[in-house]
């Protein structure tokens, strides 16, 4: 695969069997998960964990090579979570924002180890997340068993699909929340096909036994959210022209003799994010080289992540550079500045980037 076709890496499903033995032990050192990070064919692929198995084991942040990247599976959740409005997930949604440190930042591992996603191929499609609070695989003969339970998926207000105008916006919107969450994270995102234009499952959430119209690819649906799809495109492009969002450092924020941090946590109304109750925070993120590790300085980026169903007011720092300009924002409302732009207001339930150039 590697040396005819050019496969350029390899996800192994339910990696954490490979690390087994004989009678099932989990083992420090599994032989075969070497072999493959030391293969000479495979010195130059992509070798990516699905860190758990059916078993039991689940062994993301501990996936016994330092060769391998994982799936991060707590941003997934942490992510649906966080813009589901769940509250105690700030401080949750801010690690995951920033590499996942929780579960990398040890033996020299880098943010690139985490395998960043929402939705993947098994379980809701992003679509489906945002318009399903159930499972609805009535379709594949089981009585509604099979599938997972624990989706951490949020309707918006209606079951399934609606003429209500004021939902599909805010599932349009909280689509683009999760999306822009995710490529705004330090790490590697990583997206399923057809997120990027609706693709909907019709709420079935354990599809791979269907070969019909629930797992199809409905191009027509390119057309019809082209809105979503540009949205997407520029979320690629804003992430490769910042090295700021491709960091090979995790992020230290204040040292002793450094007379600036790297990441800047700014909470409400300017006061210190209160983690465990609030549902918004905005961050600011320096771009010089020396913290990026990049050739040359990169615009200072002012993120902001609004989960809250309602407006969240900022005190901002002055701009580092020149005066912050509106990157994008996932609502169809700019955010509001007053008091010669040093209170920022977020609209709810929205993503809004700023960046300062040097």
Not at 65 to 90: C, P, V, Y
Not at 164 to 179: G, H, P, S
Request: charged residues 25%.
């Amino acid at each position: 695969w590697v040396l005819h076709m050019h496969v350029d890496g390899f996800r192994f499903d339910l990696a954490s069997v490979l690390t087994r033995g004989p009678d099932g032990e989990l083992l420090p050192n599994p032989p075969i998960v070497e072999q493959i990070a030391e293969d000479p064919a495979l010195r130059d692929t992509k070798i990516i964990a699905e860190a758990w198995d059916a078993a039991g084991t689940y062994q993301v942040g501990t996936f016994p090579n330092e060769r391998w990247s994982e799936w991060n599976g707590l941003f997934r959740d942490d992510a649906r979570r966080f813009w589901k409005g769940e509250a105690g997930m700030l401080g949750r949604m801010a690690t995951r924002l920033t590499g996942s440190a929780d579960l990398y930042e040890k033996n020299e591992q880098t943010p690139l180890k985490s395998i960043n996603f929402v939705t993947c191929h098994d379980g809701f499609t992003l679509r489906d997340l945002v318009s399903f609070s159930e499972k609805h695989n009535e379709a594949n003969a089981e009585d509604n068993r099979d599938g997972e339970n624990h989706n951490f998926s949020s309707n918006c207000g209606v079951e399934g699909p609606t003429q209500d105008e004021r939902v599909n916006a805010l599932r349009i919107r909280q689509q683009k929340n999760l999306l822009a969450s995710l490529f705004l994270s330090q790490g590697i995102p990583m997206i399923a096909a057809g997120d990027e234009f609706g693709r909907s499952q019709q709420g079935n959430n354990n599809a791979y036994c269907q070969d019909n119209e629930i797992s199809w690819v409905d191009w027509t649906l390119l057309a019809k959210h082209g809105e979503l799809r540009a949205f997407v495109q520029k979320l690629i492009a804003f992430r490769k022209a910042h090295p700021s969002l491709r960091r090979t450092r995790f992020f230290k924020g204040m040292q002793e003799h450094q007379p600036e941090a790297d990441i800047l946590w700014l909470g409400k109304d300017g006061e210190t994010p209160e983690w465990e109750e609030d549902l918004a925070v905005a961050c600011l993120v320096n771009g010089k080289k020396e913290f990026t590790g990049a050739a040359q300085d990169d615009d200072h980026l002012l993120m902001v992540f609004n989960a809250d169903s309602k407006n969240t007011s900022f005190v901002v720092p002055p701009a580092p550079g020149r005066a912050w300009t509106l990157a994008f924002t996932t609502h169809d409302r700019e955010p509001a500045w007053l008091k010669r732009r040093s209170l920022l207001t977020a609209p709810p339930r929205s993503v809004t980037v700023f960046v300062s150039s040097p």
